[in-house]
């Protein structure tokens, strides 16, 4: 098992989502997931500036079944052969399946799981202590805690049950996220220093970095890594203020695009496939709930004209 210390060294920079990529029958394209992953690589992805997210929200993990899941954390982790730090998303309603996953992302090399409390019905303190505490007697995989409050029971988890978490002596990272102001400063001022921090409020990437997060959560290097490098880059140098001016500049125009597409339909696998489009990246159609009709020609040529304008962003004053 991976150590809370070894978990803050490992993981920092932007953890990638990992879209989840479809044959046009909706049959997994395993070489298409390869290809891609291998596309990141070769582009410079690393230990230090990126951290791969397997079968996450980002990869529909919704609409793949087990073994589905285990293919696609597989071909990531084959593709990767331990070179970039690995999270793979095990979250289920059914804790045969937490568990399942578990053991099989542990035994093929998987460092840490992505790991939640049953989310459809309303999640109880006490609830969600017993799911990770009976996952625990199962495998010795690292967990990182997750607060995902935008999805399934809009649980809004409180700090000190991620304290309570950090107890568990699996549990060395936390993916940390709060509409609740306080709730977040106050979450990132008690688990920095205890464990590795992936911050999840993409508007306060920045800001995390200065309250001592060293990782964050961007689905941009699904097609445009370069850009989250820069970023990080500059956050690991304290330029703090060119940081956030690249930052909002770049997120500004491509918050749009993915606006256009989320207020139609439901996913978010679906927002990042037009920008690989544009990047000539294996993107493949989505699965339902994801309605790829929504997805116009106008936004296509948004992400192509987002991409061919890059360029400038190293050019923004200090």
Partial sequence: MISKEEGKKRFQGVC????????????????G???????????????GNTIFLIAGSGGDFTVLNVEERKQVIKTVADVNGGRVPTMAGVQSTDIRDTIELCQFSENIGIEIAQISGAYYYDPKPEDVIAWHEEVARHTDIGFSAYSHWYSGSKYDVPVDLIERLLEIPNTNAVKWSSPNMKNYIEGMRRFVGKAAVVNNNAPLVVYSQILGAHAWVSHIPNFFPEFCWMVHALMEEKRFQKAQKVYADFMGRYAKLRAAVQRSTAG????????????GLVAGPSRLP??????TSEVRDGFKKLLAETEALASVPD
């Fill in 16 to 31: 990638v989502p990992i879209a989840t990529i479809y044959k046009s029958d909706l049959s997994l394209d395993l070489d």
């Fill in 33 to 47: 997931l390869a290809s891609n992953v291998q596309w990141m690589i070769d582009r410079g992805a690393r230990q």
């Fill in 268 to 279: 978010e696998g679906i927002f990042v496939k037009p920008g690989m489009e544009a990047a």
């Fill in 290 to 295: 994801s309605r790829d009709t929504v997805v």
